[in-house]
């Protein structure tokens, strides 16, 4: 009885957070477009692996499991249970704390939480890419995946970085577009190499940002050449390779990649 009673006000808490949240994105009028969430399965243990543009991303990959009823339990940085309101909502919600110094224990911490058959959120690279292009990718997701049988469903967000993101100011104008692409699930080997699964994860994960970011509603004015565009596709962003210099954030496991666009 005092499991079903604490699983429900997990539930609820949830859910509460959600609406709030919801009335948040209609506050900022955003013009959000979800592809492919039927995708993410209904039940049984699931990642959703996304990539990580802005502060709202938790938010929006959210969404891509609303269709299938599902809460996402995300992996998430340790400092926000520092405020301890933020920090008690998170913990009822059921997210999971993660000290990159000492990553073990939010690892045992998802794993148990896919063996009871969660959705679990991940981040994999560990911080937002100034360069809009995937960044190296932690290895947490893909062990995971490989070490539980769940499925890797992968995400890719674009459009929020105009909004709040690192290194910039918020810019909360109304009526932004959004694009939320929800890719087909895919299993990875116990014996998999991880190493390779990691650069399979991010070719995939940049073959559908690149989808996005061509999509007409996100291509710039003529003739500017805004911050919030990447490099390559003629946007004031830095360069993967000068990106990576800036970066603090990026952990020394990440694995170097292989997928990014050409400078």
């Known amino acids: 009885m ?8 997990v539930e609820g808490t949830y859910t509460a957070a959600t609406g709030a ?15 492919g969430d039927e995708q993410v399965p209904a039940s049984g243990p699931v990642l959703l692996v996304s990539n990580h543009v802005s502060f709202l991303d938790f938010v929006l990959v959210g969404l891509a499991a609303r269709r299938s009823r599902r809460h996402v339990r995300f992996l998430t940085r340790y400092d926000v249970w520092r ?38 959120g991940v981040f994999p690279e560990a911080g937002i890419s100034l360069s809009w292009t995937v960044r190296g990718l932690l290895p947490g997701a893909v062990a995971l995946a490989a070490d539980t049988g769940a499925p890797i469903v992968p995400v890719t967000i674009w459009g929020p970085q105009r909004v709040a993101t690192a ?7 109304r009526g932004r577009p959004v694009s939320i692409s929800v890719g ?22 940049q073959r559908m940002l690149d989808e996005l970011q061509e999509r007409p509603e996100h ?6 050449e805004p911050w919030w565009h990447p490099a390559h ?31």
């Open 2 to 9: 005092a499991v079903v009673c604490e699983r429900a006000g």
């Open 167 to 173: 290194l910039h100011r918020p810019d909360l104008r």
């Open 21 to 35: 949240a919801r009335i948040v994105l209609r506050a900022l009028g955003l013009r959000i477009d979800l592809l």
């Open 233 to 263: 596709l003629g946007g004031g962003a830095p360069t993967p390779l000068d990106a990576r210099a800036r970066e603090r954030t990026v952990h020394p496991r990440a694995v170097t990649p292989s997928w990014a666009p050409p400078a």
């Open 83 to 120: 405020h301890p309101l933020v920090g008690r909502a998170m913990t009822a919600m059921g997210h999971v704390p993660v000290d990159r110094a000492a990553p073990a224990g939010a690892y045992l911490h998802a794993r148990s939480l896919l063996r009871r058959g969660e959705a679990v």
């Open 184 to 205: 087909a699930p895919y299993t990875v080997a116990p014996d998999a190499d991880r190493t390779a699964e990691l650069h399979r994860l991010g070719g995939r994960l």
């Open 219 to 224: 291509q710039p004015p003529a003739g500017e």
